[in-house]
């Protein structure tokens, strides 16, 4: 199911939000100082690609850097991209079909918004991680 899922999500919405990332990710690397961000973006942005059996989890050792990195992220680069899920959740949810991939791409604005000190795990994982 979740390869149908991933296929689905692949052809309606995960292509386009992953050239999004992309072009982010680019400019935030020809900037430099924001590479750490171009790095970040190019790293949401394959899971937005395929998203399906994987999920986020909180890094233990984020810290006050990882929140000073997300101002400057929402400023740059977070909320542009925020935009563009809900966007895509908004037409995924038009029809019956795209329900379930609207829902999951509205879960995927707090990530759009917040990407450091963030993990993505296999969802078999998820529990294994954070009990580290």
């Given amino acids: 199911m979740r390869t149908l899922l991933n296929l689905i999500w692949l052809i309606l ?34 899971y937005a690609l395929w998203p399906f059996g994987r999920t986020i989890v909180d890094k233990p050792t984020a810290g006050t850097m990882s929140f000073l990195g997300n101002v400057i992220w929402v400023i740059l680069a977070g909320w542009w991209l925020a935009l563009g899920h809900i966007a895509s959740g908004i037409a995924l949810c038009v029809t019956i079909i795209g329900i379930p991939l609207g829902i999951a791409d509205f879960k995927m604005v707090p990530i759009s918004l917040m990407p450091l000190g963030k993990d993505i795990v296999p969802t078999g994982g998820a529990f294994d991680a954070a009990r580290r």
């Fill in 13 to 46: 919405a995960g292509f386009w939000l992953f050239l999004g990332y992309l072009g982010a990710g680019i400019v935030l690397c020809i900037l430099i100082i924001t590479i750490p961000w171009g790095i970040a973006s190019f790293r949401i942005g394959v």
